[in-house]
């Protein structure tokens, strides 16, 4: 069974940065690609970023560019998302998930999300 645990949220003021992770069990990342969405109350889930480890390739969506960063440490089998710049409205529940291919932009395994609370 695969699986993933995203760690890392927390409350922080605007401005201010967190960096999430998403460790995987009983599979090796590089094989795929993962991804980040975001879903906040009474919104649909979206795509934050993603990165395809077979080539390193990246992906991110407009409202975060240039303020979020996506890396993965295959020692660690980990992603991590680094969040600067942080605004209330990036709040909501980051899942993380793997998929073949980062066009493919739908995972077919996800954790179980960490919550962002970006407020003064």
């Known amino acids: 069974q695969l699986q993933l645990v995203e760690s890392g949220g927390g409350l922080v003021q605007p401005g201010g940065s967190l960096r999430l992770s998403c460790a995987a069990s009983?599979?090796?990342?590089?094989?795929?690609?993962i991804a980040w969405f975001r879903q906040a109350p009474g919104k649909e889930r979206e795509e934050v970023s993603c990165?395809?480890?077979?080539?390193?390739?990246?992906y991110y969506a407009d409202s975060v560019k240039g303020r979020f960063t996506i890396s993965s440490d295959n020692a660690k089998n980990t992603v991590y998302l680094q969040m600067y710049s942080l605004k209330p409205e990036d709040s909501a529940v980051y899942y993380c998930?793997?998929?073949?291919?980062?066009?493919?932009?739908?995972?077919?395994?996800w954790g179980q999300g960490t919550q962002v609370t970006v407020s003064s």
């Open positions: 009983e599979f090796n990342l590089n094989h795929y690609a």
């Open positions: 998930g793997a998929m073949k291919d980062c066009a493919l932009h739908l995972p077919n395994y």
């Open positions: 990165i395809d480890n077979a080539d390193g390739s990246t």
